[in-house]
């Protein structure tokens, strides 16, 4: 699940290596904090797929599927009607997340995740859905 309210690499991480400690900063300039990189269990995807399904909760859920549409049809088809389908690699190629919303919707039949809504990623085993995150956080 990733809330889409401010998007920006972590603003320090610290690694360390037996005795050396390095450090590395970004900063964009704001003040807001990164946004939450967070796994969730199918339970939880079961709830949010309910709350979009119905249009419930409290939170304005986008759930995108980053399986190519072969796979998804060939595999476990789709999740439900309301699951957006964006395959991982047209995501980086075509910089999906940096497009203008006129651009994104026509290139990808639904409209662009706004910056209040949580983005939902999926795949078969959660790989491809976390790179999706990752990009998606790092486009804001």
Known sequence: VTPRQKMSIPSSAKFSNNNLQRMF????GSDQQPPTLTNIDKAKMTEILSHVENGTGDKNYVVIDVRGEPEIMMGTGT????????PLPQITMMAAFDMDEKSFEAQFNFPKP???D????TCKMGGRSQQAAQIAAMSG
């Open 118 to 121: 949580t983005l939902v990623f």
């Open 25 to 28: 900063l970004s900063s964009d």
């Open 79 to 86: 999740m439900s009607e309301k699951v957006r389908i964006l």
């Open 114 to 116: 706004s910056l209040e």
